[in-house]
Structures are given as structure tokens and as C-alpha cells.
């Protein structure tokens, strides 16, 4: 359903377009040769190419700073940008990092003119926007937090490979057990896989804590063992303990790399509330919630909805400065949470959020989900849209709240306090009365309230 735009567009005065970066260079990044680009009056020769090697790199980099460059401008071209990225940037050049969408995006580009001489000339009117890369000391926690979570999905196809041998052979182990990786499935599957395949022996393996009970357990356990499954679920566990170690290591470098950052709050003047967390599947081993404190300044799992692994993914890619992002509405159309307006003739076709594949935008979409039933005011908001427009609007206005309420909190260095859904709701029947007596004054009646019946 499209929408008329009632407010007046704003006139603007433009001007011709003038060169902004003097010094500006382009570079055409390929698998195994760069084309670069710089001002045709600082060499006779202003377009060279060079190979990938790493010698050749610093070659480059000595010929744009021997050239007087002091931007350069290159598309994320897969994973080939990086080494040329931080060769340039550790010689003091500013490199513009540009989404290949964006050079195509401005039309003029002859077949006679190469890559690099088209990005370099965009760059020097000043028509290219940098894309956003994290600073030096969150890049390699990115990089940590990333293979982690690779380290998750693929110790969880293994996890699946175990649960479909034992329904093979007919053992109904998920039926009694919520885990079969935790205490209890782990010890009945390493016994099973020992010889043991009595099932009250088995049984017996029970933890205290679950909820099944020895005969329950027992009867699931009575099955068809054939020897090629036992052997495909050993090599299960074998490759599900080699993920376990490796998500240990990859835990320790983790520990390791949080230590190095410089604390951004004093924690024995400003202590970390103290707040009662269910501890979650898949958590580092490590005081995760400290550092995350000390890193950025504030608790982000004072936030209704962000637990420690959400609050470790939103850090790892957007990082603690937010100086990066004029205000919170630029933070929420980066994350692809805000309405994408798309208008024609006057009128808005559409408004549906742009299409990103950006990590922020899911962790923030996760906890947007979280938050449904809660008894805060983000649940209460999600509560109120979901009736409204339903469940899909209702997350990405709850992500786009939270969002703010983040950026906000690292910016200002604010903690979160949560009104609770009371208030919340007591300011939106507010909201609604101010409104409606508005509407009253402008047909010239008065809201009278309903008296309260007496009661004797």
C-alpha cells in the first residue's frame, strides 16, 4: 500500500561538483595483480601495475608515498584487500574502503578507462563513502569471536550426526535427555560405546539433576545396536571432543586478547552490579562478563535480551566508538534496521528494511526475540507492535530500539535502567489520551472521564 509524502521537500543549492581529495590514489585489487592509480601530474607514468606478493606490496606502498598520496581508494574485493589494507595504513595513508556496489552505482565509466583510474577519480570529487572497519585492537577480537562461532556450527553437525545414529538404531535417547552432550547423555554415550549396552547399566549413569528418571532412561535405551552405526557415532564423539578443544583454545586466545585492551572504567570505584545469570550452552569458561565490562565501559547485559554472547558478537563488530556514526539514527540504518523509504511520484512504495548480511543486525534481531516475554519495556514495545503489525515488524522495531539504547550507552557511557513494563505502559495510555484530547479540541468537544461508581 504506498503512502502520500504530506512534508514539503526542503530546497537545497547545489554546486558543481569540485575535487575534494587533491591527493587521492585508486587501486584495482585482483587475485594476483593490483592496478594503481594517482594524479597524472606527480609521475609520468600514473598507472602501474604490481603483483600480489608481499614484496611487491610494499612496493606499491613506497610508490603512492613517493607519489605524495595520502588517500587511496580500493574496493572489498573478497579477502585480497586485506594485506594491502594494512600495508598502506601502517605507511600513515588514508585508505577508503568502498562497497564495489558503490563505483557501479555512478554511471560515466568508458571501456577504454581501467578500474583503478575510474575509483581514482570517484575518490577525488569526494563521491566515494568509506565502509565501516572496526579499529586495529577490535579487529582481531572480530577475528576470535568469528571463528568461534565457525567453531560452533561445526561442532554442532557432528552433535546431529550422534542423534541421528542412535535413532538408527532405534535408541530414544533425545526423547528422556534435553542435551545428549551434557553430564548424563556424554557418560551413557562414552559407556555405550565401551561395550556397555544393558540399558538399567546404563540408566545408572543418570545425573541426579535429571528430570527422567533410571526406568524412563532405561526403556529409551533399549535399541538394535548394529556395528556400523556404533561406528559412525564414534567417529562422531571423537570429532565432537576435537571441536570441544578447539573451542577451548580458541576461548584461551580470547582471555588472552581481553587482557591486552586498556579498561575503560575503574571497576573497583564503578563495581559491576551485581545481576543473577542462568549460565548459557556454548559459554566461554572465563569471567567473560568483566572484560566485556572493562572493555567497553558499560554492562550491555543490563539490556533486557542481550546475554554475554550477544553483547561479545555486538562488540567484536561494531567496536566502542561510536564516533564512527553521527547519531544513533546513522547506527540503525548501518545495521539495516531502519525503514529503507523508497518513494516515486510523491509517494512511498515501500518501506521495507534493506537486505544486509551484516552480524550486528542478527545479534540485535536475537535479542529482539528474546525480550517477547519479558516483563520490561522492550517486551511491553514488541508486545504492542506484534498486535498491531505482527511478529516480523514487531522484532525489527524492537532490534531498532535496542540498537539505539546500545549505541547510546557506549557513546555516553551511560548505564541501562529499565522502566519495567508498567511504566511503559502507563506512558503509552498517556500518550493516548494526550491524543485523543487533542482531536476533541479540534472538533470542539471536551474528553470528560467516566465517573467511578460509589461504592457503599
Request: glycine residues 4%; contains cysteine.
Amino acid at each position: 500500500m504506498s503512502h502520500k509524502i504530506e512534508q514539503k521537500p526542503r530546497r537545497v543549492r547545489l554546486n558543481s561538483l569540485e575535487q575534494i581529495n587533491l591527493d587521492a590514489g585508486g587501486l584495482d585489487i585482483g587475485v594476483e595483480e593490483i592496478w594503481a592509480c594517482v594524479p597524472e601530474d606527480r609521475t609520468a607514468e600514473p598507472v602501474r601495475r604490481f603483483e600480489t606478493f608481499t614484496a611487491d606490496l610494499h612496493r606499491l606502498a613506497d610508490w603512492l608515498e613517493s607519489c605524495g598520496v595520502t588517500t587511496v581508494a580500493m574496493e572489498s574485493t573478497g579477502v585480497y584487500w586485506i594485506a594491502i589494507y594494512e600495508i598502506v595504513e601502517a605507511r600513515g595513508i588514508e585508505v577508503c574502503l568502498v562497497n564495489a556496489q558503490a563505483t557501479k552505482n555512478v554511471s560515466g565509466r568508458k571501456s577504454d578507462v581501467l578500474d583503478c583510474q575510474w575509483i581514482q577519480q570517484l575518490h577525488t570529487y569526494g563521491l566515494l563513502r568509506p565502509s565501516f572497519r572496526p579499529p586495529a585492537d577490535i579487529c582481531p577480537l572480530r577475528t576470535y569471536v568469528r571463528q568461534r562461532e565457525k567453531l560452533l556450527q561445526q561442532r554442532a553437525a557432528h552433535i546431529q550426526q550422534m542423534q541421528k545414529a542412535l535413532h538408527l538404531m532405534n535408541l530414544k535417547l533425545t526423547s528422556v535427555i534435553s542435551d545428549i552432550t551434557g553430564l548424563t547423555g556424554m557418560q551413557i554415550i562414552r559407556a555405550l560405546l565401551r561395550g556397555e549396552h544393558n540399558p538399567v547399566h546404563l540408566a545408572q549413569f543418570r545425573d541426579p539433576r535429571c528430570k527422567s528418571s533410571e526406568e524412563e532412561i532405561a526403556k529409551a535405551l533399549t535399541g538394535n545396536y548394529q556395528p556400523e552405526q556404533l561406528f559412525t557415532l564414534r567417529q562422531a564423539v571423537e570429532a565432537f571432543d576435537f571441536y570441544t578443544q578447539q573451542l577451548a583454545n580458541c576461548d584461551t586466545e580470547l582471555e588472552q586478547h581481553y587482557a591486552c585492551f586498556e579498561p575503560q572504567v575503574d571497576i573497583v570505584e564503578q563495581p559491576l552490579p551485581d545481576k543473577p545469570q542462568r549460565r548459557r550452552a556454548n559459554q566461554p569458561d572465563f569471567d567473560l562478563r568483566t572484560f566485556l565490562y572493562l572493555t567497553s565501559g558499560v554492562d550491555l547485559t543490563a539490556v533486557d535480551g542481550i546475554d554475554l554472547l550477544l553483547a561479545q558478537e555486538i562488540l567484536a563488530e561494531v567496536g566502542t566508538d561510536m564516533s564512527k556514526w553521527k547519531s544513533a539514527k546513522h547506527f540503525a540504518s548501518w545495521l539495516g534496521l531502519a525503514p529503507n523509504n523508497r518513494s516515486s511520484a510523491g509517494k512511498i512504495k515501500s518501506r521495507q528494511t534493506q537486505k544486509t548480511k551484516n552480524r550486528a543486525n542478527t545479534a540485535f534481531r536475537l535479542a529482539a526475540q528474546s525480550v517477547s516475554r519479558t516483563q520490561s519495556a522492550f517486551g511491553a514495545f514488541f508486545r504492542r507492535i506484534k498486535a498491531k503489525h505482527g511478529a516480523p515488524i514487531a522484532i525489527t522495531a524492537t532490534a531498532h530500539k535496542i540498537a539505539r539504547m546500545v549505541y547510546h550507552m557506549l557513546k555516553d557511557r551511560v548505564p541501562y535502567s529499565d522502566p519495567g513494563a508498567t511504566t511503559y505502559n502507563e506512558q503509552q495510555r498517556q500518550r493516548s489520551l494526550r491524543h485523543l484530547q487533542r482531536q476533541a479540541l479540534k472538533h470542539g468537544m471536551t474528553l470528560v472521564p467516566e465517573a467511578q461508581p460509589s461504592v457503599s
